[in-house]
Each structure stands twice: as structure tokens, then as C-alpha cells.
């Protein structure tokens, strides 16, 4: 989710191997609850999008003829899907068949390119003295590994925990993008990975996730739930944002729990971005390189479920029984998203996004969405 791909042990964890293989079982279109009354258009839309950063040879037929379907209506599009892919409900190693599914979105907070008396918590890039090791040069088989630290001496240590970073007189050798007026909300930025600054000078910047200390995400909600303060199916944004507002004395050391710290980087106005559509509210780039859609992408383990693959996601509304079923686009992963039938899903950007995605924590069920006649993921 633009989210540190890389955040479960310091200095830092690789993405490892899957434990064991999903199971990918074959269905039939009508096998997908709601599938004949999902909107199809935005997700072609984003399917399409993702084509520009597709180069395995099993998506070319596919992302060649959605190119020629600008024009298309719902019912051309569900036979464009139902012709040129199969349906494959994605179990999980231990035999689950649903997971859980979140939601994410990108929060839009007040903020000053200069240090004032109300904006003084800063928003850093990538420090200057954090050292990236990426093993893959000297070991292949380490993909994905990447050691984070910093030098003393002629020994590389662990980087600066959040507490180090956050202390008082503290500044971290690095630029500072913006200053922000709330510690909280920059806690939630860097949660989500992405955000917009809404400047006091009028102008509005986007921000994007660029590198991490190498700490451990902890959850500032289970440390709340375990000492008491909230009960797990009170635990949404919503109410950690009121528990820190009415419990200032004791924010600093809840927010220290977290030893993990996302540093950011300035990303392109949204037209610039690949697979942006201009004059459209289209959110930051995903890790898969192209912008996400609105309700139409989530995040996924790329064990599993590789970027750009189609997901028949079938769960609930947040704190709702309401349906949620529609085709949707593996655009991002993130450091907490984990499993195979594991989603993270896009809400958007701004307030409402946030409010639905800070509440939404359902079970629900995937299928991947597969060209027809390539070999499944890990096979």
C-alpha cells in the first residue's frame, strides 16, 4: 500500500517463501456471488491500467484485447473476462477457505513546508546515514531480503527506533518534505504508506512510502487492547484517534511501542502517474507502479496473488452485513498483509475513504482471476 513492504524483524525481514502452496480451486463464473451484478468497467479500467507494467508473456493476449475495449459496455466486459480468464478460489495452506479483509486509504492532513508553533512534527525523507544491503546481488536466492541499518564505526548497527527518531530536540539527518501539527495523524500516515499534504500556502503535495528504519510494525491497537484501554471490536482508527486525544500523558509511550518509522518521499501530481486517468480522483501509486483505484484495487500477498492479477473479492461492507462483491486488482502489497486469502482493501482518499477504511476489518472470500491455459502461481 505503498506500505513498507519489508517491516517484521530488524534491521529488516524478507518477503520469505510461502510456508507451503495455496490451493487454487477451478470454478465456474456462477460460482461467484454476485458476479453477474458486479461493475465491471472500473475494474477493466484498472486491469488495463496495471497492463502498462506487465511484461509476462501470459498477459499479453489478455491486456491486448482490453485495450480495444474503451468503448465497451458491463455486459462486453463481463464476456471480455468470462473469454479470456478462469475463476480460481484461492484456499489458504491450512484449508481455510475466507480471511480477513481491511481496508486502507490515503489520508489528506493539514501541513507547512516550514516549521511553525502548530505545524512541528516533520514529515522526513529517506536520512542520509540509513544504509540499504540488498542481498540479491551476492545471493539470488535471497530476493527480496534487504538488511537496514547505520554505520558506527566500521560495524553496521540497527537504524534509529521511533522513540530515538521522536525524541524530543531529536532531528534525523534527512530532509524534511512538510511539518505536520498532529503526532497521531503522522502515526496513521505512515500506517497507510501514502497521504496528501494540504499546504497553509493552498497548495496540496502527495506523499509516497520511499524507505523504513528496519524496525518491527507493532500494532498500536493490540497495545491498547492488551493493556485494557479498548476492547478488540472497539479497536478501529476511529477510536485509537479518540483514545490518544483523551489520553495525552500516556500517547508518547503508546506510539513508542511501534518501533517501525516510514520515511517518505514527494511523488508526481496524479496525472503524471502511470495508469492515472486525467481529471479523475485516482490515488498514489501501488507497488505494483500504477495508480489506485478507488474501491477497485486492494492489496494482497504477492506469494500468492501476484500484482496486476483480477481477485473476485466477496466480503461485507465495514460493521455491515451488506454485500461487497466485485471485481477488483492486485495493485499493492503491504507489511501487514500477509496469507493467501488475505485483502487490503482501497477505499480511497480523504475522510470518508478513512472512516470506512479505519472500521473495516470483515471475512470474505477470493478468487483469482487467471488467463486461461498458464500455469497457476507457484506451479
Known sequence: ?????????????PLKPPPSAANYELADWRDL??????PQLPALRAFASSCRRLQ?????????????????????????????????????????????????????LPG???????????????????????LASLHPELKNLRLRGRLDGRRVVPYYERAEIEAPGRRVDA????????????????????????LDSGARI????????????RSLGRYLIDRGELKFEQSSMQAIKAWAEANPDRLRAALDHNPSYVFFREL????????????????PPGAAGVALRAEFSIAVDPRYVPLGSPVFLATTYPLSQRKLEKLVIAQDTGGAIRGAVRADFFWGSGAEAGAQAGRMRQRGAMWLVWPRGEPLPAQ
Open 268 to 283: 508526481p501530481a496524479p496525472d503524471a502517474i502511470a495508469g492515472a486517468t486525467a481529471g479523475t480522483a485516482d490515488g
Open 56 to 108: 509476462a508473456t501470459r498477459w499479453r493476449a489478455a491486456c491486448d484485447a482490453a485495450a480495444v475495449l474503451s468503448n465497451a459496455d458491463e455486459a462486453d466486459v463481463r464476456a471480455f473476462f468470462e473469454a479470456r480468464f478462469a475463476p480460481y478460489r484461492i484456499v489458504a495452506p491450512d484449508g481455510l477457505r475466507d480471511g480477513l479483509v481491511t481496508g486502507y486509504y490515503e489520508p489528506i
Open 112 to 134: 507547512s513546508r516550514a516549521a511553525t508553533g502548530a505545524y512541528r512534527y516533520p514529515v522526513y525523507g529517506v536520512p542520509e546515514d540509513l544504509i540499504v544491503v540488498d
Open 175 to 198: 530532509a524534511v518534505i512538510a511539518w505536520v501539527a498532529d503526532p497521531v495523524e503522522l502515526f496513521f500516515l505512515q500506517v497507510q504508506g501514502s497521504g496528501q499534504l494540504e
Open 206 to 217: 502527495r506523499i509516497g512510502y520511499a524507505d523504513q528504519n528496519g524496525h518491527p510494525y
Open 1 to 13: 500500500m505503498s506500505c513498507p513492504p519489508c517491516a517484521a524483524e530488524a534491521p529488516c525481514a
Open 33 to 38: 456471488p454476485g458476479w453477474n451484478n458486479a
